[in-house]
Structure formats: structure tokens, C-alpha cells
């Protein structure tokens, strides 16, 4: 039971960590895109290999548990069930944080392809149309509305 706490509470740290990270890169990755991604990946997977560690922790000792008491207690009439409740909140941190994971893959992905996954520049509020005198070494910006 030590080591299973031990785990979840990892798993819970890493999962902040990485929610934080993801809301840090709303406003890193037009600056820190290869950073940022490869942060929230190493983040994302560490929270997802704890989560289903724990959760197939959790899950196998409440089966192990609910068993050995109704063994052991069907003498004196006591029997016991596996709740749902922890299991199925364990099972969809799980996958949200296995969709979390792929969103970071795919960011990696298209990175490495050479293709910015993100929201255009445009969209952003940045200048287009930026162009460069070689000759004066003056740089001329134009806006486009």
C-alpha cells in the first residue's frame, strides 16, 4: 500500500506539472517551440506512466483485496465488493492524460516534418509581410489588415 501511494502521488505531482506546462506553452511555443514541446512530452509521458502504473496497482489489489475477504470471511458471513468509483476516476485520468500525450507526439511530429502545428502568426497579432533591404540594411515592416 506504501508503494502505491508512493506511486499515485508521483503520478498526481507529474500530472500538475504537466497541466502547468501546457498552460505555460499558450505562451512559449511561438518563441521555444522545440523546448517547449519536448518538455511537455517528457512531462506528459512520465504523468501517463505513473497514472497506469498506479491505476493497474489500484485496480489489481481492490480485486485481490474484495477476493481474500470474501474467501476468508465467508464463515461469518462477510463479504465484500470492489467499488467503481476510484477505479473508473483512476481509468480516465488515464486516458485524458494518454489524449494529452498524443496531442505532444503529434506537436513533435509535425516539428520534426518542418510544419508548425500551432496557430498561424497572423492569427496572432504578429506583422506579415516583413521584407529586407540587403543594401541599406534597413528593414522595412508592413502590416496587412
Known amino acids: 500500500m506504501k508503494a502505491f501511494t508512493a506511486l499515485l502521488i508521483v503520478a498526481v505531482g507529474f500530472t500538475g506539472l504537466a497541466l502547468l506546462a501546457s498552460l505555460a506553452a499558450l505562451f512559449l511555443i511561438p518563441r521555444h517551440e522545440r523546448g517547449t ?17 498506479s491505476g493497474l496497482m489500484g485496480t489489481i489489489a481492490a480485486n485481490v483485496a474484495a477476493d481474500k475477504t470474501n474467501e476468508l470471511g465467508d464463515d461469518i458471513g462477510l463479504s465484500a465488493k470492489m467499488g467503481t468509483g ?30 508548425s502545428m500551432t496557430l498561424p502568426r497572423g492569427r496572432m497579432g504578429a506583422r506579415k509581410n516583413v521584407r529586407d533591404s540587403e543594401e541599406s540594411g534597413v528593414v522595412e515592416m508592413r502590416t496587412t489588415r
Open 37 to 53: 514541446i519536448l518538455t511537455n512530452l517528457a512531462l506528459a509521458a512520465a504523468s501517463f506512466g505513473f497514472l497506469i502504473i
Open 86 to 115: 476510484y477505479v473508473v476516476l483512476t481509468w480516465v485520468a488515464v486516458g485524458l492524460m494518454m489524449i494529452a500525450l498524443g496531442y505532444w507526439v503529434w506537436q513533435l511530429m509535425g516539428l520534426r516534418r518542418g510544419k
